[in-house]
C-alpha cells in the first residue's frame, strides 16, 4: 500500500514537471533561441545601414526590434519565476536598441556628435 502511495506521488510530481517543460520551458527556450536570431539579424541591418546608406535596412531593424520586445514580454507572462530578470532584460534591450540606432541613423544622416 505505502508502495502505491509512493508511485501515485512520484507520477504526479513527473506529470506536473512534464506539464511545466511543455508549456514554460520549451516555449521560453524557442522565444529565446528566436531573439538570439533576431539580435544578430539587428546588428546586420544596422551595419548595412551604414555601410549602404540605405534608411530601409534601419526600418527593418525597428521590426525585428518590436518582436524582440514581444518575445521577451511572452517570456515575462510564461515564466513568471523569472519575471523580473526578464524584465530587467528588456529594459537592457531597449537602452542597447536605441543606442544603437540613434548611432547608425546618426552616421547615416550625418547628425552623430
Known sequence: MISLAVN????SQNSERIQKV???YFPVVQKADANLVKLRQI???LNTA????E???????????QEVIS?????IDLWTDRSQEN????????????????????????TLD
Do not use: H, P, W
Open 8 to 11: 501515485t506521488s512520484i507520477n
Open 22 to 24: 511543455r508549456d514554460v
Open 43 to 45: 546588428k546586420e541591418l
Open 50 to 53: 551604414v555601410s549602404t546608406g
Open 55 to 65: 534608411v530601409e535596412f534601419i526600418q527593418n531593424a525597428n521590426v525585428l526590434k
Open 71 to 75: 518575445d521577451i514580454e511572452t517570456i
Open 87 to 110: 524584465r530587467d532584460l528588456r529594459e537592457q534591450f531597449k537602452k542597447y536598441y536605441s543606442l544603437a540606432n540613434e548611432v547608425s541613423a546618426g552616421m547615416l544622416n550625418g
